[in-house]
């Protein structure tokens, strides 16, 4: 059974960074599409990034594009997600998500089957 747990989470205020880490076990991250999503209160989940073929190519949605960087440490077995220059609608609980790739190239979150618990990001002075 496909295991992820995510950690790196907490409060940071506007401008600030934080690098959120997703620790998987049972399986070989690499093999796997990788993708981060998150969900702020009263809206809908929505992907961050991902990792989606065996390649590593990635997506990012146009929200965080040059703010958020996605990687992997296969040695470690973890994916990462830098996060910076947040902003206040950057606050929200994220989740890593894995599937064997691929998967579509946006990372819709229905194409994910194993999830993480989720950490909670709060951007705020």
């Known amino acids: 059974q496909v295991q992820l747990l995510e950690s790196g989470g907490g409060l940071v205020q506007p401008g600030g960074s934080l690098r959120l880490s997703c620790a998987a076990s049972?399986?070989?991250?690499?093999?796997?599409?990788i993708g981060w999503f998150r969900q702020a209160p009263g809206k809908e989940r929505e992907g961050v990034s991902c990792?989606?073929?065996?390649?590593?190519?990635?997506h990012y949605a146009d929200s965080v594009k040059g703010r958020f960087t996605i990687s992997r440490e296969s040695a470690k077995n973890m994916v990462y997600l830098q996060m910076n220059s947040l902003q206040p609608e950057d606050t929200a609980v994220y989740y890593c998500?894995?599937?064997?790739?691929?998967?579509?190239?946006?990372?819709?979150?229905?194409?994910?089957?194993?999830w993480g618990q989720g950490t909670q990001v709060t951007v705020s002075s």
């Open positions: 049972r399986f070989t991250l690499e093999h796997y599409a």
């Open positions: 990792v989606y073929d065996i390649h590593g190519s990635t």
């Open positions: 998500a894995a599937d064997p790739p691929p998967v579509q190239h946006m990372c819709p979150s229905t194409d994910f089957r194993s």
